[in-house]
Structure formats: C-alpha cells, structure tokens
Nanobody, 124 residues
C-alpha cells in the first residue's frame, strides 16, 4: 500500500487545516495514524483511528483541536486540525499498519506503510 499525504501549508496561529491521506490500495484492514516530526525532534504520534473508524485516539497536545476520520471506500484518512499553534509546525505523515490495540497505536514501529509527509507551518 502506498500512501500520499496532502493538505499541508502555511497558516496563521488559530487557523485550521485538513490533511488528507490517499492510499493506492485497500486500507480497510489497517489502522491509520498521523505522526509529525519537527526539525531536530523525534517523530511524534498525533492521532490514530481503527479499521472501522469506531475508535479514535489523540495525543494530549491535539486533543480537542483535532479530528481524525477515514473513508474505507475512498481509501482515505483525514486529519482536521483547528486552533493551530506554532508548536504544531512539523512535517505530518500518515501511516497504515495492523494496529489493533490501543496500547500500540502511538508507536510508529507498528506501522508498516508511510506516506511522504506534508509540511504544516503555523506562523505566530
């Protein structure tokens, strides 16, 4: 499965963005996740959604400001980000993997497929 992330850009503090991830193949068997990496920092979990969309998980730093969703028929997953802050600035990656337990959704090692990333820059 190849993943392509899009939707990043430059936005002012307090603004909103919707990131999208399109897969080349079926994703219905996979949990989907979004991670981000800022310059000089490790890759960080942002949000994840289970195969059916029934379970969603968020990092505390984005809880209440982000919404993850998926459409298995369209092979897409999206991440809506609101009330953006300068500390949200990073490259955002989508990922797919056989992550079925809440205890592992935040661990990038459990994701097998990764998109190329899309840059999000939040100006102060």
């Amino acid at each position: 499965v190849q993943l392509q992330a899009s939707g990043g850009g430059l936005v002012q503090t307090g603004g909103s963005l919707t990131l999208s991830c399109t897969a080349s193949g079926a994703i219905s068997d996979y949990g989907m996740g979004w991670f981000r990496q800022a310059p000089g920092k490790e890759r960080e979990f942002v949000a994840a959604i289970n195969w059916s969309g029934g379970n969603k998980y968020y990092h505390d730093s984005v809880k209440g400001r982000a919404t993850i969703s998926r459409d298995n028929t369209k092979r897409t997953t999206s991440l809506q980000m609101r009330s953006l802050k300068p500390e949200d600035t990073a490259i955002y990656f989508c990922a797919a993997g056989e992550v079925y337990a809440s205890t592992i959704v935040a661990d990038p090692r459990h994701y097998d497929y990764w998109g190329q990333g899309t840059q999000v820059t939040v100006s102060s």
